[in-house]
């Protein structure tokens, strides 16, 4: 279970709730997630942390969801400079872009990337 990004971040605490309309929009996301048979943790994270990024863009005043300046420095700014771990980090972007898909935005074309897991290094020694 994810937790909320807010207990960890006192600098996203000041986020704006999410208008009834956007509250809306996520049931009919979560919904379309299900149509989509993921499993139910699955969908679960996905609606929070897309939930997440949408408040921080009411925040930023953003309208563009599919904008990848904004993925980038939600990346950067609630992500990796808080040190969330590279499978967190997957989580966020693999819902964004989920969400994304839901609206009928291009990703292919914001060539989004998600980090690569580190390889276990496996420690060998001769007597």
Not at 11 to 22: E, V
Not at 82 to 101: A, E, F, M, P, T
Request: hydrophobic letters at 30%; charged letters at 30%; one cysteine or more.
């Amino acid at each position: 279970m994810l937790a909320s990004p807010t207990s960890q971040n006192s600098s996203f605490t000041h986020l704006p709730s999410l208008s009834n309309f956007y509250k809306a929009d996520m049931e009919r996301f979560k919904k379309w997630l299900e149509q989509k048979r993921l499993s139910a943790n699955t969908v679960k994270t996905y609606v929070e942390v897309t939930t997440f990024f949408i408040r921080c863009t009411i925040l930023k005043n953003v309208k563009d969801l599919g904008s990848k300046k904004l993925i980038e420095a939600f990346n950067y700014d609630f992500i990796v400079k808080n040190n969330k771990s590279i499978s967190y980090q997957n989580q966020c972007i693999n819902g964004i872009k989920k969400h994304l898909d839901y609206k009928g935005i291009d990703i292919e074309r914001l060539q989004l990337e998600r980090p690569k897991k580190r390889e276990k290094t496996t420690c060998c020694f001769k007597h």
